[in-house]
């Protein structure tokens, strides 16, 4: 069964650091894979999305995320975060071929930006 | 476009009981899948539709049941509530299987 393992699960950094959360995903097949994004009182939703081509792709709000597929990795990545950027971040993966299968989440990982 | 909406957005249950949970998708989308999420689990998918057709299914019991309808509106049923059924159920919609998905606020289900 595919597993997807978020690293980090609390995060704490100031504003204007960088950031890098790491997503790694056991299956060996094809796939897509996403980032989602909840933000204190409002619904999950969609920061990127990888389903083939350019193995870095950009998302909302200057995120962006790069497949590397030797290393079955979609790593996300902001440059400068900010204070609003605190929420909690999930990294997704689904079979991009094959009969039935398991959309599979991550456990999260908690984002705190300090102002 | 109007987002997923899910009704209710609260229900307390006493053990024993069914409940019915709701969901309508974004206009458009043919598929719409439920999720359980809680602080021990995390988010884990029970089923997803589309076309009225059940096409992919979790590891849950077969108290928990779904259909959607030609609308695409789709309901979650729990039969014979347990106490640890309480969580927050996720209804997310699609444009199609494999897609990105669109979430609603989801339904708190608290079973006492």
């Known amino acids: 069964a595919q597993s997807v393992s978020q690293h980090n699960h609390h995060v704490i950094l100031s504003e204007a650091a960088s950031l890098e959360l790491g997503c790694n995903y056991s299956y060996g097949g094809t796939v897509n894979l996403f980032w989602y994004v909840q933000y204190p009182g409002q619904h999950l939703q969609l920061l990127l999305k990888?389903?083939?081509?350019?193995?870095l792709v950009k998302g909302i709000k200057g995120f962006e995320a790069e497949f590397i597929k030797s290393k079955f990795s979609f790593n996300l990545r902001k440059p400068s975060v900010q204070w609003s950027d605190t929420a909690e971040y999930f990294c997704?993966?689904?079979?991009?071929?094959?009969?039935?299968?398991?959309?599979?989440f991550g456990r999260g990982t908690s984002l705190i930006v300090h102002p | 476009k109007a987002g997923v909406t899910q009704t209710p957005r609260y229900l307390i249950k006493t053990r024993g009981q069914q409940v019915t949970l709701s969901c309508s998708p974004i206009s458009g989308h043919r598929s719409v899948s439920w999720y359980q999420q809680t602080p021990g689990q995390g988010l884990q998918f029970l089923f997803e539709y589309f076309s009225e057709t059940q096409r992919n299914k979790g590891n849950f019991p077969g108290r928990f049941s779904g259909r959607q309808f030609s609308n695409s509106r789709s309901e979650m049923n729990v039969s014979t509530l347990e106490l640890g059924d309480s969580a927050l159920y996720l209804c997310a919609s699609s444009p199609g299987l494999r897609y990105e998905q669109y979430f609603g606020p989801g339904t708190r289900l608290t079973v006492t």
């Open positions: 997704a993966v689904n079979p991009a071929s094959g009969g039935s299968y398991i959309p599979t």
């Open positions: 990888y389903f083939s081509g350019d193995p």
